[in-house]
């Protein structure tokens, strides 16, 4: 005789969404305006984007995770470059925005909004003052197996976030349409999922402005460094491999003369160690133990009227109920 399925928790399939990340994808990619000629492709983009993200991966509990004000202030004191140039140019080219000026004030409409229609839904929103939405996901993506055995799956195009996948943590990308699982990470980068963060340590991040070791790409870092592939390797022991080879080739050398630099580097993007305070995580705790926001249909609507957004998504009344009504379904 079968034996029944155990009832789903709310912890048990958490969807931990980077919430600018998306935003941002939908901002430049849907040139979209309502009937008053007003820009709402971030917004709507988004509201589709994130119903679609929890019919497909149907998760029990939905964290939606912003920057903090101020939230680069930390990195930025341990590198002054760290995202300097960022949000400079223009994200796209659409003639409904006249200036640089024009398109950053969309930007920060839209996001405004989308906080007021985030409320109405049963997700967790999150921000913290002076904390980037990175260190949140990645405590909450610790915390959550820890308390409840959780399988996480954080929904983000950014590549830092591959340090953390493990058994419990399965990494999403957008712009690939591809799930990372420890397998993945191996096939992809030559390096076990734990190490990634060296291998993003000797490349550094040019988005964020973060330099690599020069003379060292994506091929030559597992050829150089197969320990990667092999055990999993610390910033001292990376060191030491360097410090044996140094004759060897010119790699190493640079390795080990700019121990300081990459020492730094590592710290800005080691995920594993969350730049958060106490204070900080004794508010996330007290945030997952918290019961999911009910689904305010009757406001939600009232927003999406207001802002024209019609024809983004069929049958809104509908698709709200089927796409998030069963969340609020689940027990503790």
Not at 66 to 71: A, K
Not at 216 to 221: A, R, S, Y
Not at 252 to 261: A, C, D, F, T, W
Request: hydrophobic share 40%.
């Amino acid at each position: 005789m079968d034996q029944e399925q155990p009832e789903p928790k709310i912890h048990d399939r958490v969807l931990l969404i980077d919430g600018l990340n998306l935003f941002f994808r939908n901002f430049a990619m849907m040139n979209f305006v309502n009937e008053q000629g007003v820009h709402i492709g971030g917004l709507g983009g988004f509201i589709r984007s994130l119903n679609a993200l929890i019919k497909q991966i149907q998760p029990t509990s939905v964290y939606v995770v912003f920057d903090g004000v101020g939230s680069s202030n930390n990195r930025k004191n341990l590198l002054p470059e760290y995202k300097s140039g960022r949000n400079l140019s223009r994200v796209t080219n659409w003639d409904v925005f006249e200036s640089l000026e024009d398109e950053h004030d969309s930007k920060v409409d839209q996001i405004v909004r989308l906080i007021h229609y985030l409320k109405c839904l049963p997700v967790k929103t999150l921000s913290l003052d002076k904390v980037e939405a990175d260190d949140i996901i990645a405590y909450l993506s610790k915390a959550l197996p820890k308390k409840h055995d959780s399988q996480v799956f954080i929904v983000s195009n950014d590549k830092d976030f591959v340090q953390l996948v493990d058994k419990n943590v399965i990494l999403y990308r957008p712009a690939e349409k591809e799930y990372y699982t420890p397998k993945t990470v191996q096939d992809k980068f030559g390096v076990l999922a734990e190490n990634f963060i060296i291998y993003k340590t000797l490349l550094g991040d040019q988005s964020d402005k973060v330099p690599g070791i020069k003379g060292l790409g994506e091929k030559g870092v597992a050829k150089k460094f197969p320990e990667l592939f092999q055990h999993r390797v610390t910033f001292d022991d990376l060191i030491d491999i360097c410090a044996k080879k140094h004759k060897e080739h010119v790699i190493y050398s640079r390795v080990v003369m700019e121990e300081e630099r990459l020492r730094n580097t590592f710290k800005i993007m080691d995920l594993e160690n969350p730049l958060i305070d106490n204070n900080d995580e004794e508010f996330l705790d007290f945030m997952i133990e918290e019961s999911t926001p009910s689904l305010n249909l009757e406001a939600f609507l009232l927003l999406y009227n207001e802002d024209g957004l019609g024809k983004l998504i069929k049958n809104p009344e509908f698709t709200l109920n089927d796409v998030y009504k069963v969340i609020n379904s689940f027990s503790k």
